[in-house]
């Protein structure tokens, strides 16, 4: 069982950057794979970007290419979203989630949640 906790949102101008969070606690995710995944109001869950187990590959939404980079620390069984030039059209919660070796784009796929974290950008 692995938990997970989410942290770094708040509200940002148009054009700024935000690094979000995603610790395990509980369990650990060094051999997962680690998903972010954000849900607007009204919205179906989407996948924003991935990194895998060890680190050596990422895969990322059209959307947010060039913009959001994801990283991990397993030492400090961390995963980091930094996003950058922000848009209105970023603005929802941001979830990570765990537990699958590889990629996948589907949220149901994904076995661990974290409880999410509020990102809103201002126009």
């Known amino acids: 069982q692995v938990q997970l906790v989410e942290s770094g949102g708040g509200l940002v101008q148009a054009g700024g950057s935000l690094r979000l969070s995603c610790a395990a606690a509980g369990g650990t995710f060094s051999s997962y794979a680690v998903g972010w995944f954000r849900q607007a109001p009204g919205k179906e869950r989407e996948f924003v970007t991935a990194?895998?187990?060890?680190?050596?590959?990422?895969y990322s939404a059209d959307s947010v290419k060039g913009r959001f980079t994801v990283s991990r620390n397993d030492a400090k069984n961390t995963v980091f979203l930094r996003m950058n030039s922000l848009k209105p059209e970023d603005t929802a919660v941001y979830f990570c989630?765990?537990?699958?070796?590889?990629?996948?784009?589907?949220?149901?796929?994904?076995?661990?949640w974290g409880q999410g974290t509020q990102v809103t950008v201002s126009s």
């Open positions: 990194i895998s187990w060890n680190g050596d590959y990422s």
């Open positions: 989630a765990t537990g699958r070796s590889d990629i996948y784009t589907e949220s149901s796929r994904w076995v661990y």
